[in-house]
């Protein structure tokens, strides 16, 4: 048997194979074997037929039918014997059997890319570093406020703090209701930061029952448009006092009690909230900037493992772990390509810095992890050790973090400082949490 690898790209392969009628002989030896046991002919029972009577009357077509085996075992042979390692699954794209002579055939497969590392050490990457003054800590404080607060019907709103329950119809030039333009019932906090101006403006000091006529700017530039509003209802939003009634209400176990120690306390929890973001923030561009440095080709059957992975996260938000009846799964997979491709590369390179660096986990290292949550879990130390120390999915996430700390310790951090007015606008916890009193449904203005 002879056979040739040519290499298609950094991790596409194909290996052209030779075999000779004297080669597959064992494997059809297998191929006759297991047709005998099924094999039912006249005079004697079932599976029990010589096999040189087999050979004579359907040795060709055995043969013949038993190719697609036999090019798997040969296949598996040849990745045994040279130590191949193939991602996914292979793929047989040509097969010609010269009955009594020659059988060739080819397969396709995939590999990881070898990976010559650019200089993972001394990396230069920027630090996003948030300063929490005390108007970042207001603005916690008041949207702390904003969970708790209560509503008291009122005739008219004569201020910012008050929700409005309306209905919005959409009105022609000439003023007639546009047919499928009307929105019922919602409700529109005033001190939304995100309401429109122009509708604020012109909703100022409406009362319960009033009716009113809005020209509001439209998307096209110069352009307006007119809307008839119907407020139903008026209430104020009134928030908690801060005191020592409130504080036990939010903290059960009564370690705030005045105002200073309040805010002390929200300072701490902002305080991690922001070196959460920072630490990501620095992670972040350590991977991006790796993976500007490195070539690597990331292999499709790799990419697709990570398109399956995300297919079965929306799987899993549903209830029933069923794909929504409108989720276009092909158009999913299109839009989620790149980042998966990006998943890919960095997870090659990872390992191969983990490769060179010799960093492995530790038992050392899992025990903090099992003592806490142990503590946490109120369970046994022991039992939990013996779940913790054969979870592949914990030692992945220290061995990352290990890696993590490594290359941290080795990049050259370039800290920019963050004015507190831009944060809402960049960072990804507490800002893109809603700051209103109520859940408001926003209107076509």
């Known amino acids: 048997m002879e056979f040739k690898v040519n290499k298609i790209d950094d991790v596409k392969q194909e290996v052209e194979f030779e075999v000779t009628y004297a080669d597959m002989a064992p494997y059809f030896e297998k191929a006759y074997q297991k047709y005998q046991k099924k094999a039912e002919i006249p005079g004697f029972r079932k599976g029990k037929a010589p096999i040189s009577m087999l050979k004579r009357m359907y040795g060709d077509l055995i043969e013949q039918g038993s190719l697609e085996d036999v090019s798997n075992e040969i296949y598996r042979k040849y990745l045994d014997d040279n130590h191949i390692h193939p991602l996914g699954e292979a793929a047989l794209v040509d097969m010609d059997y010269e009955q009594k002579s020659l059988f060739k055939f080819k397969v396709k497969y995939e590999v990881k890319p070898e990976i010559t590392l650019a200089d993972y050490k001394g990396i230069e990457v920027t630090k996003t570093v948030y300063r929490i003054d005390e108007k970042l800590i207001d603005e916690e404080i008041k949207y702390i406020q904003s969970k708790h607060v209560k509503y008291e019907e009122a005739p008219k709103a004569d201020g910012d703090e008050y929700t409005l329950t309306i209905d919005v119809q959409k009105l022609d030039e000439t003023g007639v209701d546009i047919i499928g333009e009307r929105d019922k019932s919602i409700r529109v906090y005033l001190n939304d930061p995100q309401i429109n101006k122009e509708f604020k403006e012109q909703l100022s000091e409406i ?57 002390e306390k929200v300072k701490t929890d902002l305080d991690g909230i922001y070196r ?21 080709t990331a292999p499709d059957a790799l990419i697709s493992n990570i398109l399956d992975s995300y297919v079965e996260d929306v799987k899993n938000q549903n209830q029933k772990r069923k794909l929504p009846p409108d ?22 390179i990872r390992d191969e810095i983990i490769k060179a660096e010799k960093i492995e986990v530790t038992d050392k290292d899992i ?22 120390e054969n979870n592949p999915d914990l030692k992945y996430r220290v061995l990352d973090d290990k890696l993590m700390k490594f290359l941290i310790e080795n990049a050259k951090i370039k800290e920019v400082e963050k004015q507190q007015h831009d944060h809402t606008e960049d960072t990804g916890t507490k800002e893109k949490k809603e700051k209103k009193p109520a859940k408001t449904k926003k209107s076509k203005s």
Do not use: M
């Open 207 to 263: 009362s319960a029952g009033e009716e009113r006529v809005l020209i509001l700017p439209a998307q096209e530039e110069g352009k307006t448009e007119k809307y008839r509003v119907n407020c139903l209802k008026v209430e104020k939003v009134i928030f908690p006092e801060l005191n020592e009634e409130f504080f036990n209400h939010i903290y059960s176990d009564g370690s705030v009690k005045t105002v200073e120690e309040f805010r």
């Open 276 to 296: 959460n973001i920072e630490d990501q923030e620095v992670r972040n561009n350590i991977v991006s900037e790796l993976i500007k440095l490195n070539e690597v």
């Open 327 to 348: 989720f276009d799964e092909e158009e999913f997979r299109k839009t989620k390509r790149v980042d998966a491709i990006l998943q890919v590369k960095w997870y090659l």
């Open 367 to 388: 025990e903090p992890i099992i003592e806490a949550d142990a503590k946490k879990y109120n369970l046994p130390v022991d039992k939990l050790k013996t779940i913790y």
